[in-house]
């Protein structure tokens, strides 16, 4: 295979190879991508929990986005350890925005033993080129509040804050207003 999504030849520190993902891969994309959930899950409370199911099917998942022409899941593949980081990544259309077409950055994630020594860089930079690819000039992800990994990395790369998605239950806010709030009726 040859062009920017070519298993990529750049010097690291480390012998890394970052190419797209195949099927071959899904069993250690499905375990790299619960640890992620796992660790978010573990360092915000707050979040919303993978349900039992979705982690039962977390492989079909996978190889659905492995055949969607608008997902890439590129992989960093270390020569003794195998399979050591995933990133996926997938291009979204609107025409009801400007731009019309980005890129979101949906997961990312490097094994601990791995960090610090440039997969993660590496395997954003793979991405930006399908991205370019595919006309996106936009990039866009998500992070856990708490994830101070996540954010540190993101942030070194440019990426800001652009909007907050807020959470509370139900009931807090039930009780929120009621504190806030008299009820209907009673005028002071």
Do not use: K
Not at 58 to 66: D, F
Not at 86 to 115: C, K, N
């Amino acid at each position: 295979m040859t062009g920017p999504l070519a298993p990529s030849t750049t010097p690291s520190r480390q012998p890394y190879t970052v190419r797209p993902a195949r099927p071959a891969d899904l069993d250690r994309l499905a375990a790299m991508l619960l640890a992620l959930q796992d660790h978010v899950e573990a360092i915000n409370p707050a979040l919303w929990r993978l349900a039992e199911q979705a982690r039962d099917a977390i492989q079909e998942q996978i190889a659905a986005r492995l055949a969607d022409e608008t997902t890439r899941i590129l992989v960093a593949e270390h020569p003794r350890d195998g399979v050591v980081g995933v990133l996926m990544g997938r291009v979204t259309t609107d025409a009801r925005y400007i731009p019309s077409r980005t890129g979101f950055i949906e997961q990312a994630f490097v094994a601990v033993d791995h960090r610090r020594r440039g997969v993660g860089v590496r395997l954003v930079a793979e991405i930006c080129r399908f991205f370019a690819e595919q006309g996106v000039d936009d990039i866009s992800l998500r992070y856990a509040i708490g994830n101070e990994g996540a954010i540190r990395f993101w942030t070194a790369l440019g990426f800001a804050p652009r909007i907050v998605t807020a959470g509370t239950t139900r009931q807090a806010l039930a009780a929120r207003l009621e504190a806030d709030c008299p009820p209907p009726g009673n005028v002071l």
